[in-house]
């Protein structure tokens, strides 16, 4: 592939933001990590910006976050090409920032809000879903109704503000389980890969698993004890008279862009 136009050149970008750094990225795509970091200096310098920050805290990414990676890179590759004169430091992690203290200017979170004097805008939502591997149902069996999930494992997320129960419905009305197994993870995306591997059942976002749903890597399950419940994504930031410019275009593209 030609990685000197423009569009390529933003291929490059997405792909270093996507793998966290020069040398993974030249490896998925298949050039030098020199030759990487020539096409970014090369953009850099034909957009008058850095793209990259080149200091420890420029693109951190932690146990493969789904979400970041699916959606909020794709989304500040096009942000910096639409605006290049801002330069975005992008942090990945499922920890919750402290916005009010100046850690970040904008994050993205999952689930309801507490009450803060943060401003907060909707820019989607996602649903859930439950899922295993076939390997995994051959080897254990195919639960048929929710109540079989307590003769599972079950791969459940360990943050305070997690649903320690998995709701489900029957005959129009909602109930949930107290499932349990032997592995507990922060991260969706590892929840995903854990599930992928044969190790339990996860209950997690769709956008974690759509690729190995299409793909048959991952099986859904009690589909049609699924209550259709959706978890709201925000944009949290410090709003007021005295918000930056730069937030308030960030925020404005991600309502605009988001399609999560």
Known sequence: MDFNGRSGEMRVFATVAQEGSLSAAARALGLTPSAVSRIIARTEQRLGTRLLLRTTRAITFTAALGHGRLAIVPLVAAFSARYPNIVVDLTLGDEVVDILSGQADVAVRFGHLPD???????????????????????????????????????????????????????????????????????????????????AGIARIGEFSVSEDLQRGDLVPLLEEWN??????????????????????????????????
């Not at 730069?246 to 991600?254: G, I, K, P, S, T």
């Open 227 to 260: 209550p259709g419940d959706r978890e709201p994504i925000h944009a949290v930031f410090v709003g007021g008279a005295a918000m930056p410019a730069r937030v308030r275009l960030f925020v404005d593209f991600l309502v605009e862009r988001h399609r999560m």
């Open 116 to 198: 803060s004097p943060l401003t907060a805008r909707r820019i989607g939502d996602t649903g859930q879903v439950v899922v295993a591997s076939p390997d995994y149902l051959q080897r254990h069996g195919t639960p048929q109704e929710p109540e079989d999930l307590l003769r599972h494992n079950c791969l459940r997320f360990n943050f305070r503000r997690a649903e320690p129960n998995w709701p489900f419905i029957r005959d129009g009305r909602e109930f949930s389980l107290k499932v349990s197994g032997n592995i507990e993870c922060s991260s969706g995306e590892a929840l995903a890969q854990l599930a992928r591997v044969g």
